[in-house]
């Protein structure tokens, strides 16, 4: 039999709490069997890898692990997502389909979030852990099947009991082994372990330095009632890894990162969300980095042309979507700073006449006409003048204007301010 030290090697699993240890001991002895087992704990504190443990020391090893989250699907699919349907079962069965009991036979299922099963299910799942008997949906022919069951659940199952939500028999026939992980916070010798070992993990992924903490700051992890346990800890962690400059975490950049909530309230079962926002924060940085990546290929895309092609005009012309896409889409109204060399460019007036204007450009150029007919206009009005039909002629876009105008957006906001436009 492997030690638990070389298991946990295995299966990646940090800790050397006494009941971390129990636990891993206890998946290990009943491994060989086909005993039912129940992992019960707050969520995130590592219940995924015991029945992960117990298929890969079992003679199932070979054949099928399924694991399903009960909690995740439907209500109305999760009968035939276990036991598979008939044809014409339902609306949109249009196929026989075989449930994960059936492709697992000989294997094993793991089934998180148990406490979630509508009822009804309960009862099939009964049936199939009593002999191994169960019914596609829609069928009336019984087939057997040989898996072996290892459930999760954070819930208090008796309350669920008590409330009618879980029936008792199934419940009894589910534990026949109890293996339980305590919270984070009561493996106060796993918890820097744990911080130390997701540091050097990040620091390999985002090839950064490692982030060290400052003895306080050990003190705030220790203190801390991780009611996310294992998972807040490693997201923590990676959130540290990723955003701080200074590798050196100091105990009050450690408490800007952990929930305001205190560490006297009461924990926070669900922690997916503090999981969420930080993958939705690196979503829309990944996504900024793609526009920005996508933006400068077709600026390559753009200068190539004009170097190909020395006609301004005509690479516009033929570039339309390209320049709406690039300059097209920030109508942010960012301030500038006012004291930089580029304040100094100036606008060059175009000399039109009604000579040179061909019905295509007066088409295009609007302004022109009317600049033509205003002579009078001084320098700075027909600046404003074009500004103005620039802008107008963009809904108000500052880069398209500007880069029409030939000017730095800088510049321009300069102008509208100065001409209050
Ligand atoms: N002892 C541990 N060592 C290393 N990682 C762990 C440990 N316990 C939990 N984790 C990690 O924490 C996260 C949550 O664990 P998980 O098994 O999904 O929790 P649960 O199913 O209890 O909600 C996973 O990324 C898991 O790898
Ligand atoms: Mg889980």
Redesign the pocket.
Known sequence: MESIQAIKQRF????NSPA?NRAIEKAIQVSPTDISVLVT?E???????IPKIIHQLSHRKHNKYIAVNCGAIPEGTIDSELFGHEKGAFTGASQTREGYFEVADGGTIFL?EVGELPLTTQVRLLRVLENGEFLKVGSSKVQKTNVRIVA?T?VNMFEAIEKEKFREDLYYRLSTVDIH?PPLRDRQE?IHL?FR?FASDFALKYKMPTIKLTDAAIQTLLKHRWGG???QL?NIAEQLSVLEQNRTISAEILKSYLPATGSNLPAVIKTSKSESDFSSEREILYKVLFDMKSDLNDLKKLTLELMKNGNTKDVEKNNESLIQKIYGDDEDDAEYEEDTIENNEVLSIPEHSANHTTPETLDKYHFAEEIEEEETLSLQDKELELIKKSLERHSGKRKLAAAELGISERTLYRKIKQYDL
């Open positions: 990646g699993i940090i800790g971390l704990g969520s995130g504190v590592g219940k995924e890898s998180d999760a954070n992980l796993d744990l070992k346990n294992v998972r490693r």
